[in-house]
């Protein structure tokens, strides 16, 4: 099937620095897609920490299961990651193929096997051929560099119509450290050839013990407040690796440490960039929405009234048609289960209220509502009235190019 | 917009036997509809008992609110339902229709208001012009007649592709009663014109504490088993009257009698017919999904998994593409947050196992698969191997249709 780039995909591919301490190589791995890498090696330097936020799965992939297993000792020498099979819903097969791509990146830069992270992403339900992978690892360490990231973000990727990488340096108590992250996905999109990776690399210098926490609160404002079509692959991994290979600076005493406030809010801000360009190349996509919620009993409650906006097949197609369907999203309010004061809720489209108190505002002007509508990204927002509960979600369109893509084609 | 009849519709309407105790009326109330009836008035013989089940929404309609003040008595003389206004989310406004509509209904059928249930259905966010509709309640008494169950069931549709009836006898004690319904939604549907309605009337002498519990345990496992796209209206509705017209019978001691054995096994049928009479009327609707899960931790947990793999667009896309893709089953019983043994579960289509103990079975014969796939009934079962908890779920397939329906169709 050939994919059209998405029309809100961005101009281009950043630039983006080395990060000390960390090597990366690519390769064709044989396995399935022809002529682009599709195997990722990452080493890291001795004392490298990692964090990690996996997939809510009851039915995750065997790499999940792997990396869930060795984060708790928050040590990472290696990342591999390959892409066109998933390595799910495999069996015993499954483990160990997981285990030979661990073991032979371990081989490949001189570290335990439990030091390597692992990610696969492709077809679910096929048997890995982890043979074809493992001796291309051994070829890797000959092609290691240092800034390959769009060959790094090309060689993760599936279905993506672009490649997906974002940075940003900060600062700890004066020493710049650099955050680089790359992602893949059309949003949660078909478990076929799917699921969201992202692999974020810092040279700052910090403990399991604080990325984890920060790693978690700020995936929950960003990659968990994106969906496409409300479906939770199997496999996805978020994975943030620090190698403390920057200048020296200060330790912070834990994950809430003042000094730490612009390294996260940076932090913050690559994932928020990676995640919206997930949802920009949800499938079929021709219009990024974002949607603010307010007045909500609480942040959790937000999140969930925003995700079952989000998530509403009718607030979704009613923005491919470029109608302002408020009712669709009072509807989708209601159905979310939070506490809503229905009648003082408000609506707006494009900044512009159309519901105030629970009813339609009596004569507002339709004309820049549909201006706004027409336009690439919408925004709505709706307040519920109950408190002061609030949270931001992105998705997409709802068009006939997600279902050519999920029905009329077969792989 | 010319909706064709959806190609899942029932070969005709059911012949429907009169319920003693019951006469109904519907008229063209000038409001929306041109050319058919758009306002039902159904009187009920004095002792009748109601029960209902009404939308989980947080933003429910006025309608919905009046219903839910007044069940609590457990009585009814009358019910009223027009189409084409649902009167949701109209303010204070709102109220004031709906007080209108059952005290021109009470004066109709010489009640008092609180006895009369209220329905509606149709577009949301405009204000009902009740004055049409109460002049036209006035007139319905000369045209009450007993058993019109068809222009009834017109009556109350809106976007629907054909009109929505069921009907069986049941004996209570070797007394012969009759169970019959008339229901109206394509699915979840737009709040545009949406709503799913449905109204079981029975000439059995109940007591609405026998019919409350009787009718909650019952619609668990009928309506609130289908599912079109997730979304839920802020109308939907579902009332059952007794009338207490049949011959004499035992009166049962509760809702657990096993006198009512008959009785509730037929009510529970009318209710799963017109149940799945809306999911064949589901928008765009090329196929009707039956999913059956077992192995599940308890009868809730099977019936979340049930609606997971339900709501899930790449399952119901891959149905629409005749992809018979477990691995998108697999993914939805992950996300569905429930217990499952991914080493233990299996998957089959049409009776034929393709994944078993976690993995893919070697080897099967995919003709057999294909076939099933391209009927027009599909039968999706898996055991999610954790325990003894079953539920059956109905849906349909996501086509073009549906994103013609509401993306490209404006109102």
């Not at 780039?5 to 591919?13: G, H, I, Y």
């Not at 040590?75 to 483990?95: E, H, S």
């Not at 937000?302 to 509807?331: C, F, H, Q, Y």
Request: net charge negative; aromatic share 4%.
């Amino acid at each position: 099937m050939d994919l059209k780039v998405s029309p809100l995909a961005p101009e281009r591919f950043p630039e983006m620095p080395a990060i000390a301490g960390l090597r990366l190589a690519v390769v064709e791995s044989g396995l399935k897609y022809k002529d682009r890498p599709d195997l990722l090696l990452a080493a890291f330097a001795l004392g490298t920490t990692v964090a990690g936020v996996l997939t809510q799965s009851t039915a995750p992939g065997a790499p999940v299961d792997w990396c869930r297993t060795h984060l708790s000792a928050g040590v990472a020498r290696a990342l591999v990651v390959n892409a066109g099979n998933a390595n799910v819903f495999t069996g015993a097969k499954g483990r160990v193929a997981v285990e030979a791509m661990a073991a032979a990146s371990a081989s490949a830069v001189g570290c335990r096997p439990a030091e390597v992270m692992v990610a696969s992403t492709g077809v679910i339900g096929e048997p890995l051929e982890h043979e074809k992978i493992t001796a291309k690892i051994a070829k890797l360490p000959a092609r290691f560099g240092l800034d390959q990231w769009e060959l790094a973000a090309k060689a993760i990727s599936t279905t993506d119509t672009f490649t997906k990488g974002a940075h940003l340096t900060a600062d700890i108590a004066g020493v710049p450290v650099n955050i680089v992250g790359i992602a893949k996905g059309s949003g949660m999109i078909a478990p076929d050839m799917a699921t969201m990776l992202a692999f974020v690399f810092t040279d700052a210098k910090l403990d399991a013990s604080v990325l984890q926490p920060m790693l978690k609160r700020n995936a929950d404002t960003t990659f968990n407040s994106i969906t496409v079509d409300g479906d939770t692959s199997t496999s996805d991994t978020l994975l943030l690796f620090a190698t403390g290979k920057a200048e020296p600076h200060l330790t912070p005493a834990d994950h809430r440490d003042p000094l730490l406030r612009g390294f996260e809010k940076a932090l913050h801000n690559v994932l928020e960039d990676l995640a919206i360009q997930i949802a920009r190349d949800g499938e079929g996509a021709q219009k990024l929405i974002q949607i603010n919620v307010t007045g909500a009993a609480s942040k959790r409650a937000a999140r969930k009234i925003g995700l079952a906006i989000a998530n509403s097949p009718l607030v979704k197609t009613a923005v491919a048609g470029e109608d302002a369907n408020w009712g669709r999203v009072v509807m989708a309010v209601g159905k979310s289960g939070e506490k809503a004061d229905r009648d003082a809720m408000t609506v707006a489209f494009g900044g512009i209220e159309i519901a105030r108190d629970g009813a339609q505002v009596e004569g507002f002007d339709e004309a820049p509502v549909t201006a706004h509508m027409n336009g690439r990204e919408v925004l709505i927002e709706t307040d519920v009235g109950v408190g002061r509960g609030k949270a931001t979600v992105w998705t997409c369109d709802l068009t006939h190019g997600y279902i050519y893509i999920n029905a009329d084609y077969r792989s």
